[in-house]
């Protein structure tokens, strides 16, 4: 039912993997499909934040992303599971949707920290700016 399935990830929370992963392996082995692993590098915003950082420090940042993303595939996902990782930089919601449509992903599976007012106010939640706007499934696992 769901060949292409897309699991967003947060490399350094590991709350943003734990449930989801199992979830999304139980997914992908009831259709032989894919497993894409997404991991998202939110970029600077404002270019004067920018500044701050030395100069090719979101190029080694994404390099250590995709080393990162491949040693966590290979501790973490079994051999029997076909996979692809994939790396994104820029707004996480907007990386986890145009992802999703480039993979032809069937469902998006991802976690959710529990709801806080505040903090998705203050912050916004990825969770949901996906789930609003998603043209596909959205399988959302509570931490």
């Given at each position: ?5 897309l699991l967003a990830?947060d490399?350094?929370h590991?709350?943003?993997?734990k ?7 139980d997914?992908?082995?009831q259709?032989s499909?894919?497993?894409h692993?997404?991991a998202v590098?939110?970029d600077f915003g404002?270019?004067?934040v ?7 420090f979101e190029?080694e940042?994404?390099?250590k992303?995709?080393?990162?993303l491949?040693?966590f595939?290979?501790?973490n996902v079994p051999?029997?599971v076909k996979s692809?990782c ?13 992802k999703?449509s480039g993979v ?9 920290h529990p709801p ?13 700016g996906?789930?609003?706007r998603?043209?596909v499934?959205v399988?959302?696992?509570r931490?």
């Open positions: 039912m769901f060949n292409n399935v990830i490399l350094n590991d709350a943003s993997w449930k989801a992963l199992p979830t999304a392996l997914l992908v082995r259709s499909g894919t497993l692993l997404l590098l939110p404002m270019s004067i920018g500044s701050f950082f030395p100069r090719g190029k940042a994404l390099e992303m995709q080393a990162d491949l040693a595939v290979a501790a051999d029997d692809e994939h790396l994104g930089h820029g707004h996480v919601t907007e990386q986890i949707l145009s999703a032809g992903a069937d469902v998006i599976v991802m976690a959710s806080d007012d505040v903090r998705d106010f203050l912050v916004g939640s990825n969770a949901s996906v789930v609003h998603s043209p499934s399988l959302v696992v931490g």
